[in-house]
Nanobody
Framework: QVQLVESGGGLVQPGGSLRLSCAAS????????MGWYRQAPGNQRELVAG???????NYADSVNGRFTISRDNTKNTVDLQMNSLKPEDTAVYYC???????????????WGQGTQVTVSS
């Protein structure tokens, strides 16, 4: 059973920083792209940042220059360093990974349970 477990959300003041972490565990053959999405109340879930197995990254325009995504392929983890946080960054953040389990020849899309990030004074 493959699962993604997130940590690191919380309450922070505008201009502050938070670091989110996500670890994939279970019977994993390979992990392709990993990423972070977010969903604010009344909004659709949107991509925040993604990173390929080779380390290529992409960011939403709204976070480019403030957020940094990184991954450790030896530990099956992906992190999101969030700096200069704004109230509009408030949302539930979800870890995502495209994983091929050991028992499968197919790649599946997995999600974490979500972690709340609140930016408020």
């Amino acid at each position: 059973q493959v699962q993604l477990v997130e940590s690191g959300g919380g309450l922070v003041q505008p201009g502050g920083s938070l670091r989110l972490s996500c670890a994939a565990s279970g019977s994993i053959l390979s992990i392709n792209t990993m990423g972070w999405y977010r969903q604010a109340p009344g909004n659709q879930r949107e991509l925040v940042a993604g990173i390929t197995s080779g380390g290529s990254t992409n960011y939403a325009d709204s976070v480019n220059g403030r957020f940094t995504i990184s991954r450790d392929n030896t530990k099956n983890t992906v992190d999101l360093q969030m700096n200069s946080l704004k109230p509009e960054d408030t949302a539930v953040y979800y870890c995502n990974a495209k994983i091929t389990p050991r028992e499968s020849i197919r790649q599946y899309n997995y999600w974490g349970q979500g972690t709340q990030v609140t930016v408020s004074s």
